[in-house]
């Protein structure tokens, strides 16, 4: 049986990243803000095994959630997706923020995120610091790193850093290879959990191998 995020239908360059491992060996990788397991589930399919990093109960335990159009919902959580789906020993969660987190006793083929680092709870860091810890659990040599993100779209978002500009992001992987860099004008965005009502945003991806 194959089961649904909650975040399913929202945007992504994912495939793309997916794309990408294809055309390498990669055994294991790293989820940060692994959320319900939209990203977890497709590595974890290819029998790549993933740690899952992630700190909102909500998100790994499932429970009650509104969503659009619904009166109220239930979201079965990262657990219950892996279990339903027979993949709970590919998948090692810590239930933590990255920042915080201990550092793990391996390092990843293959690194993943996806708008996280927008998100208030990350903003009394700066983005260095953030992105310097993904970066570090990179495997040398041959770990790709994805990071798809959110950009300014409204006057606030200009005074933080959390939401860069186009450019600002490549210049904390000197000495990566950049393997893919790109982003959206500002879209439409369809109503989803958390944000109830069409909405605009501008997405960037950096893809980059660690040297």
């Given at each position: 049986m194959v089961t649904t995020s909650v975040w399913q239908d929202t945007r992504t360059f994912?495939?793309?990243f997916l794309d990408l491992l294809s055309a390498r060996k990669v055994e294991s990788a790293c989820v940060v803000g692994a959320s319900d397991g939209k990203f977890v589930l497709p590595l974890a399919r290819r029998g790549i095994r993933v740690l899952a990093v992630e700190r909102d109960p909500l998100a790994l335990n499932g429970g009650q959630i509104a969503l659009p159009g619904q009166m109220g919902s239930t979201m079965p959580g990262l657990r219950q997706r892996l279990a339903v789906e027979g993949l709970s020993s590919f998948v090692?969660?810590?239930?933590?923020n990255l920042?915080?987190?201990q550092a793990p006793a391996q390092l990843f083929d293959a690194v993943w995120t996806s708008c996280s680092w927008h998100y208030s709870v990350n903003h009394s860091r700066p983005l260095a610091d953030f992105i310097a810890t993904m970066a570090a659990l990179c495997r040398p040599h041959r770990g790709l790193l994805g990071a798809e993100y959110m950009m300014p779209v409204e006057p606030r978002h200009l005074s933080i850093e959390h939401y860069p500009e186009q450019g600002e992001v490549r210049r904390l992987f000197r000495d990566w290879r950049i393997d893919w860099e790109a982003y959206t004008v500002p879209f439409l965005e369809a109503p989803h959990v958390e944000q109830f009502t069409e909405h605009i945003h501008r997405m960037g991806l950096i893809i980059a191998t660690r040297p």
């Amino acid at each position: 049986m194959v089961t649904t995020s909650v975040w399913q239908d929202t945007r992504t360059f994912f495939p793309l990243f997916l794309d990408l491992l294809s055309a390498r060996k990669v055994e294991s990788a790293c989820v940060v803000g692994a959320s319900d397991g939209k990203f977890v589930l497709p590595l974890a399919r290819r029998g790549i095994r993933v740690l899952a990093v992630e700190r909102d109960p909500l998100a790994l335990n499932g429970g009650q959630i509104a969503l659009p159009g619904q009166m109220g919902s239930t979201m079965p959580g990262l657990r219950q997706r892996l279990a339903v789906e027979g993949l709970s020993s590919f998948v090692e969660i810590v239930e933590s923020n990255l920042l915080d987190m201990q550092a793990p006793a391996q390092l990843f083929d293959a690194v993943w995120t996806s708008c996280s680092w927008h998100y208030s709870v990350n903003h009394s860091r700066p983005l260095a610091d953030f992105i310097a810890t993904m970066a570090a659990l990179c495997r040398p040599h041959r770990g790709l790193l994805g990071a798809e993100y959110m950009m300014p779209v409204e006057p606030r978002h200009l005074s933080i850093e959390h939401y860069p500009e186009q450019g600002e992001v490549r210049r904390l992987f000197r000495d990566w290879r950049i393997d893919w860099e790109a982003y959206t004008v500002p879209f439409l965005e369809a109503p989803h959990v958390e944000q109830f009502t069409e909405h605009i945003h501008r997405m960037g991806l950096i893809i980059a191998t660690r040297p």
